[in-house]
């Protein structure tokens, strides 16, 4: 039995997924810019994506810019708005500082070409206090970049309390949404936000697809130059298979009902006690309360974090020590650090991340298993102090 627990690193892809972006590939390889009925063809097939991202979001279809995932959402939000607002003298950006890289990297290059940037502290639940970002907010600044669900504690920031707060000092807002979409309801409007972005991959749509939402009218100055495809926002020839995947993926999570994230969240907590219960010395990173359904990020005392994921990967169970790509890397976890954990808590810590396939046999067979193997591991001194 191998037990997939790394939704927050990417979610496996439904067969009514696989089958749409197979057709498409097969049968729509015109090119949306084409003006014969393949392109045609190829068109409607982002009309209809664009429409499903759209609906999902409580957004207008002419708001979404297609991207190739959240990587570049994010870079396209935070440096195309930063451009867009440069000759108006708007130069100080803020972020919180358990941002994602792709924020994080875009604020510090532009840190670099001469902008001001201000990282919210959070406080040990991983939390931005509002009076934090009141105090940040100048005459200079452009934007705000605040994510809605982080992506290594499940931590759900009040984006809209904080959004209000910015936009009533004439301060755009950017959320990166992407551990949130498929987890908890997201709605622009009621968000109050500007820019939205949602990445296909961590929701059931190939690798590769996402979307920048933009409120219309907003200024944004396109990163990537060339045709005038996304209304120039975003220039090149857009991924109609991958589109299609992320028009099918974006209907199942609508579709979805409620009792699904319950449903979820009631395996995750049982998951939880469990580990509590049966592993001594085991303590629950972020806010318990305020976390998306599926995430549990846990520190197990004088364990290794990367020794115990090899060690539950050969029993086949797969997690993760935090985000995907900072695992792999010896870099402790920013998020961590940030929530104030010792380094011997950062470098103990596991996430658990659950899914739509994830079953009660499952997450009891991962009860099973994983108090012998942090018991072995401790014993051979395999960890940290
Ligand atoms: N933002 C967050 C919060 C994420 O978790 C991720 C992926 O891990 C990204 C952005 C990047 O998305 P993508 O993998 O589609 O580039």
């Known amino acids: 039995m191998r037990i997939y627990l790394d939704y927050n690193a990417t979610a496996p892809v439904p067969p009514a997924v696989v089958d749409a972006v197979a057709v498409a590939l097969r049968d729509c390889y015109g090119n949306a810019s084409s003006v014969h009925v393949f392109g045609q063809q190829a068109k409607s097939v982002l009309d209809e994506s664009r429409s499903a991202v759209a609906r999902l979001i409580g957004a207008e279809p002419s708001e979404i810019v297609f991207t190739a995932g959240g990587t570049e959402s994010d870079n396209l939000a935070v440096r195309g708005v930063a451009e867009a607002l440069e000759s108006a003298g708007r130069r100080h950006l803020i972020a919180s500082a358990i941002e994602h890289e792709a924020v ?10 001469g902008w001001t940037t201000t990282l919210l502290q959070v406080d040990g639940t991983g939390v931005i206090a509002p009076g934090a970002l009141a105090a940040a907010i100048g005459d200079r600044t452009a934007l705000v970049s605040i994510m809605l669900a982080n992506n290594e504690l499940g931590t759900i920031q009040p984006v809209a309390e904080l959004a209000a707060m910015a936009r009533a000092r004439g301060v755009l807002v950017h959320t990166d949404a992407v551990q949130a979409i498929g987890k908890i309801p997201v709605d622009v409007r009621a ?6 972005t949602l990445s296909g991959h961590k929701f059931g749509a190939p690798k590769g697809v996402g979307a920048l939402w933009v409120r219309r009218g907003l200024a944004l100055q396109a990163q990537s130059t060339g045709g005038r495809q996304e209304r120039g926002r975003r220039a090149g020839t857009e991924n109609v ?42 303590v629950v990173n972020g806010d318990a309360a305020a976390r998306v359904p599926n995430t549990s990020n846990i520190s197990f005392e004088r364990v290794e974090g990367e020794s115990l994921v090899i060690a539950l990967d050969l029993e086949g169970i797969a997690v993760s020590t935090g985000s995907a790509c900072s695992s792999g890397t010896l870099e402790p976890s920013h998020v961590l650090r940030a929530i104030g954990l010792s380094s011997s808590r950062v470098q103990s810590a596991i996430r658990f991340s659950l899914g739509p396939g994830t079953t009660e046999a499952e997450i009891d067979r991962v009860l099973d298993v994983l108090p012998p193997l942090v018991a072995r591991l401790r014993s051979r001194g395999g960890g940290r102090g």
């Not at 199942?252 to 049982?270: F, Y």
Request: proline residues 5%; aromatic residues 0%; hydrophobic residues 45%.
């Open 104 to 113: 994080l990297n875009s604020v510090k290059a532009l840190g670099k070409r």
């Open 191 to 196: 968000l109050g936000v500007d820019l939205l």
């Open 241 to 282: 298979p991958g589109l299609e995947g992320l028009r099918v993926a974006a209907d199942i999570v609508s579709r979805t009902p409620a009792a699904e994230a319950r449903r979820i969240a009631s395996l995750r907590d049982r998951l939880e006690s469990g580990v509590l219960g049966l592993v001594p010395g085991s």
